[in-house]
T-cell receptor, first 114, second 116 residues
Framework: KAGVTQTPRYLIKTRGQQVTLSCSPISGHRSVSWYQQTPGQGLQFLFE???????NKGNFPGRFSGRQFSNSRSEMNVSTLELGDSALYLCASSTGGVSTDTQYFGPGTRLTVL | AQKVTQAQTEISVVEKEDVTLDCVYETRDTTYYLFWYKQPPSGELVFLIR??????QNEISGRYSWNFQKSTSSFNFTITASQVVDSAVYFCALSGKETSGSRLTFGEGTQLTVNP
C-alpha cells in the first residue's frame, strides 16, 4: 500500500504571497491532519479533516486554511505569507480519525518564505 | 491541557551502547494513547509504537523496547545495542478525548546521534 504523499516537497515563496500544499492519504484513510514543524515551536497541530469536514483546529491564524475532497485528498492554503511561516508542513492520515487511530505521516513540504 | 515533555534535547552515544529516551506526559483523560515516532534527516515521521492507557505491559520489538509506567506518567523508549542508522530525532506523542479526534500532542523531541 502506498504511503502518504505530499506535493510539492520544497517551495520557496516571498512575503505576501499565498501557497497551496497538497496531501494524498493512504488508500482507505478518511482522516487527514496537518502539522507545522519549526525549530522554535516544534510540532504543532494545524487542523484535521474527516469526510470533507474540518473536525478539529489548532491555534493558528485564519491565514491558514484547508479543505478535503471526496477522495480524502486534502489541501492546505496559507495566504499573505510571513517569514515565520517558513517550516516543514507535515500531513498525516488515519482510518477513522479517532484517538485510537495511528497517524501515518508523509515526507512533508518544506516551505521557505523570503 | 495535554502536555508531553522530553527533557533530553540531545543524546550522543557510541555504537553498540544502550540508550534510553525519556518521555513524561500530562493529561486529564482516563483513556489516552501514547506514541513514539522517529524522524530521520529526510523529515518523514516514522511510526514506531502505540500504547493505550490500560495496557501497561512493556513491549519489545527487536532492539527496541518501551516501558510504560502510569504511576509516574512516563513512557520511556530504550534502544539496545544502538546502531548508526538509529541516528534521528525521536518524538513522543499523546492523543485522547481531551483534544478530540486523532490530534497528537508532541514532545519537543530528542536528537539521538550514534557515532561509529
Amino acid at each position: 500500500k502506498a504511503g502518504v504523499t505530499q506535493t510539492p516537497r520544497y517551495l520557496i515563496k516571498t512575503r505576501g504571497q499565498q501557497v497551496t500544499l497538497s496531501c494524498s492519504p493512504i488508500s482507505g484513510h478518511r482522516s487527514v491532519s496537518w502539522y507545522q514543524q519549526t525549530p522554535g515551536q516544534g510540532l504543532q497541530f494545524l487542523f484535521e479533516y474527516f469526510s470533507e469536514t474540518q473536525r478539529n483546529k489548532g491555534n493558528f491564524p485564519g491565514r491558514f486554511s484547508g479543505r478535503q475532497f471526496s477522495n480524502s485528498r486534502s489541501e492546505m492554503n496559507v495566504s499573505t505569507l510571513e517569514l515565520g511561516d517558513s517550516a516543514l508542513y507535515l500531513c498525516a492520515s488515519s482510518t477513522g480519525g479517532v484517538s485510537t487511530d495511528t497517524q501515518y505521516f508523509g515526507p512533508g513540504t518544506r516551505l521557505t518564505v523570503l | 491541557a495535554q502536555k508531553v515533555t522530553q527533557a533530553q534535547t540531545e543524546i550522543s552515544v557510541v555504537e553498540k551502547e544502550d540508550v534510553t529516551l525519556d518521555c513524561v506526559y500530562e493529561t486529564r483523560d482516563t483513556t489516552y494513547y501514547l506514541f513514539w515516532y522517529k524522524q530521520p534527516p529526510s523529515g518523514e515521521l516514522v511510526f514506531l509504537i502505540r500504547r493505550n492507557s490500560f495496557d501497561e505491559q512493556n513491549e519489545i520489538s527487536g532492539r527496541y523496547s518501551w516501558n510504560f509506567q502510569k504511576s509516574t506518567s512516563s513512557f520511556n523508549f530504550t534502544i539496545t545495542a544502538s546502531q548508526v542508522v538509529d541516528s534521528a530525532v525521536y518524538f513522543c506523542a499523546l492523543s485522547g478525548k481531551e483534544t478530540s479526534g486523532s490530534r497528537l500532542t508532541f514532545g519537543e523531541g530528542t536528537q539521538l546521534t550514534v557515532n561509529p
